[in-house]
């Protein structure tokens, strides 16, 4: 069946680099993506990356996407208390509605 | 990106009783309304999908004559637990795109922390 996992938990300390994994178990997804939820606030798309890619760069984010192994990270450059906040790393599925399959989020504290 | 509340963000209510949870599109008009949940330190689960003027389409195992889905509008989703219990406690969010979009263009309101009692 379908199934995302992530770990729970990261602790960084500020100004170092954070890297979020993510597996996945559908072959046939399209894209996947990173969401990233703050305290009180829905979830926000933060970056995606289409399945043929491997490796896509936006700013302080860097996503990498093994295909074989299923393995997705988001590693967040210089990491600021701003970026404290729950990450979900969702697979879309192909067809329908594009159904959305989500990780159980990684929570990041960022401490001085 | 575009605006999607969800209303109440928090609610306690006695086990028995139903709870309408409402989703928003507040700048453009939702034709495809997703309902997930999420237990604690569990996968954000899809519940149901549902699109304007049409029954809604839920995922195997949730039952829903227990959640009851409404999307009457074209801004306007509510999902309504029916006679709640403790084990219904969870995190619930709704999502909001036009049917045909991409997901990079649905838009999550910021969920709803049910707790029963």
């Known amino acids: 069946g379908e199934d995302v996992e992530q770990s729970l938990f990261l602790s960084v300390r500020e100004g170092d680099s954070s890297v979020i994994n993510c597996t996945y178990t559908d072959s046939s997804s399209t894209y996947l993506y990173w969401y990233k939820q703050e305290p009180g606030a829905g979830l926000q798309l933060l970056t995606y990356i289409f399945s043929n890619m491997d490796m896509k760069q936006d700013q302080r984010l860097t996503v990498l996407l093994n295909k074989k192994d299923k393995h997705l990270s988001l590693r967040i450059a210089d990491t600021q208390t701003g970026d404290s906040a729950i990450y979900f790393c969702a697979e879309g599925l192909s067809g329908g509605y594009n159904k959305l399959i989500f990780g159980a989020g990684t929570r990041l504290a960022v401490h001085p | 990106g575009a605006v999607v509340s969800q209303h109440p963000s928090r609610v306690i209510c006695k086990s028995g009783t139903s709870v309408k949870i409402e989703c928003r599109s507040l700048?453009?008009?939702?034709?495809?309304m997703f309902w997930y949940r999420q237990f604690p330190k569990q996968s954000l689960m899809l519940m149901a999908t549902?699109?304007?003027?049409?029954?809604?389409?839920?995922e195997q195992g949730v039952e829903k004559d227990k959640f009851l889905i409404n999307h009457a509008s074209l801004t306007l989703s509510t999902l309504t637990v029916a006679s709640a219990h403790p084990e219904d406690s969870s995190f619930y969010i709704c999502s909001a795109k036009v049917q045909g979009k991409m997901n990079t263009e649905a838009f999550f309101g910021q969920g709803t922390r049910l707790t029963v009692v």
């Open positions: 549902s699109n304007e003027g049409s029954k809604a389409t839920y």
């Open positions: 700048d453009f008009q939702a034709t495809t």
